[in-house]
């Protein structure tokens, strides 16, 4: 039982070259979530989905795409990357029915 | 959107004072509100939450309260100990799921 995993753990991008990280949880939960970590913002959220086949924005979804594969699989897609978005990615996912959010062990990413 | 505020955003205390964190929300769909420690390079982890219809919770050394009329909610930690040391966050979840988190708190605590 593996949880939530996240990949790649780390990565550096050029300035406006392309990428997918890639969330995937085992634990049957229907709500899956991005969230994008920097010094002294907190975790804000980039896009969510409620439930497999629906998907939302969050608070800073500018530059994001997003695609909930399966209940399974939720990933977020940079098309075009920028500086703006190096930072800590963090995917997590939850079961309605209980409240707690578990988290992926994050992905570094730098734009440069 | 939610908007979750948190204060303060750093905290220093003595080993074995009290630590209080506050948090206010600004949607009333809100629901639920959990609260998570990050430890340095590690993820959040969930440390305690409190449901709408509930006013306070206690967890051996931590406990949280819930004001709703007043969108207000807060973290304690009594007697804390170096290894709570760490980054606090509050969130508020609304009931289509929707999770949000305030900027979180860094607590030190000095021995």
């Known amino acids: 039982n593996a949880g939530v995993t996240q990949t790649p753990k780390f990565q550096v991008l050029k300035t406006g070259q392309s990428m997918t990280l890639q969330c995937a949880q085992d634990?049957?939960?229907?709500?899956m979530y991005w969230y994008r970590q920097d010094p002294g913002m907190g975790l804000r959220l980039i896009y969510y989905?409620?439930?497999?086949?629906?998907?939302d924005k969050g608070e800073v979804p500018n530059g994001y795409n997003v695609s909930r594969l399966n209940k399974r699989e939720f990933s977020l897609r940079l098309e075009s990357a920028a500086p703006s978005q190096t930072s800590v990615y963090f995917c997590?996912?939850?079961?309605?029915?209980?409240?707690?959010?578990?988290f992926g062990q994050g992905t570094r990413l730098t734009v440069v | 959107g939610e908007n979750v505020e948190q204060h303060p955003s750093t905290l220093s205390v003595q080993e074995g004072d009290s630590a209080v964190i506050k948090c206010t929300y600004s949607?009333?769909?809100?629901?639920?509100f959990p609260w998570y420690k990050q430890e340095l390079g590690k993820r959040p982890q969930l440390i305690i939450d409190?449901?709408?219809?509930?006013g306070e919770k206690k967890d051996q050394r931590i406990a949280v309260t819930l004001n709703k009329t007043a969108k207000h909610f807060s973290l304690h930690i009594t007697e804390t100990q170096p290894e709570d040391s760490a980054v606090y966050f509050c969130?508020?979840?609304?009931?289509?799921?929707?999770?949000?988190f305030g900027a979180g708190t860094t607590v030190t605590v000095r021995a």
């Open positions: 409190i449901r709408s219809n509930v």
């Open positions: 949607d009333s769909a809100s629901n639920y």
């Open positions: 989905s409620a439930s497999e086949g629906t998907t």
């Open positions: 969130a508020a979840r609304r009931n289509d799921y929707k999770l949000s």
């Open positions: 634990m049957n939960h229907n709500s």
């Open positions: 997590a996912s939850l079961d309605g029915r209980n409240t707690e959010a578990f």
